[in-house]
């Protein structure tokens, strides 16, 4: 199947619920790119920061780009210029980068929290608890130049769907609890980034605002 029809199968679920698809384009070529952006699709994921770059300077300006994979502190200045939405925070060390190199651009990066509801050891991402505490901490409330806007999680990679499922509605769970929390002038709880190609339908039945489909839009990767 093309690419635009799978952007059209994927955006159909979404239908109503003004939950917002990202296509995930991690290792794949330019052309396909352009064919999803083509068929009017403007939110691009990427997991690695060079590989963003390259193809943000290639690509046409109003494509917005979400950075969801792992981050390392030395690659933040590469695309402070022009990242969108940084998914992956997980330390204060991290936010406080982001911060600085978003000051030298005279932009303010928006992030969420990456939160671990995994039940897996790989993956990465803060507890709830830590993630209180990041929102707590008077450095957090410092940073002019970063806006905590909502929660990422990514569900075990199993078969079982009513664990995944109740994975997302934790997450959910815990978002809407900050929600009702005092937060720093610098944070809102408005955007929760969950959902896969195997299972951002839960996701979206689920609250997610922000669903990450790679595989299911542009095939599997090696
Ligand atoms: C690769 C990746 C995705 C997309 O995965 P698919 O299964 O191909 O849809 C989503 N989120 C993150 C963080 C990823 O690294």
């Known amino acids: 199947m093309s690419i635009a029809h799978n952007i059209h199968t994927v955006t159909q679920t979404l239908a109503g619920t003004g939950c917002r698809l990202i296509a995930v384009t991690k290792t794949k070529p330019l052309e ?19 590989e963003m770059v390259e193809k943000y300077e290639q690509l046409p300006k109003d ?3 979400h950075l969801i994979g792992h981050l390392q502190t030395n690659k933040v200045k ?28 005279g932009r303010v990066i928006e992030c969420l929290l990456q939160i671990y509801i995994a039940r897996e050891e790989s ?3 803060l507890s709830f608890d830590e993630a209180r505490e990041l929102l707590a901490a008077p450095e957090t409330a410092a940073l ?17 769907r009513e664990q995944i499922r ?13 929600q009702q929390s005092p937060l720093p002038a610098n944070a809102e709880m408005r955007e929760l980034s969950m959902g896969m190609s195997g299972d951002y339908d839960l996701a979206v039945a689920e609250g997610s605002t922000l669903i990450r489909v790679g595989s299911s839009i542009f095939g599997s990767r090696q």
């Open 144 to 160: 002019a130049n970063v806006r905590i806007v909502g929660l990422m999680g990514m569900a075990t990679f199993t078969d079982d």
């Open 78 to 105: 590469y695309m402070a210029p022009f990242v969108t939405l940084v998914h992956s925070v997980d330390s204060l060390k991290l936010l406080q980068e982001i911060d600085r190199q978003a000051a030298r651009h």
């Open 63 to 65: 494509i917005e780009w």
């Open 166 to 178: 109740a994975e997302f509605r934790s997450l959910k769970a815990f978002f809407e609890s900050l």
């Open 123 to 125: 993956k990465f991402g």
């Open 32 to 50: 396909m790119l352009l064919e999803a952006y083509g068929a009017g699709c403007k939110l691009f994921g990427e997991n690695r920061v060079q």
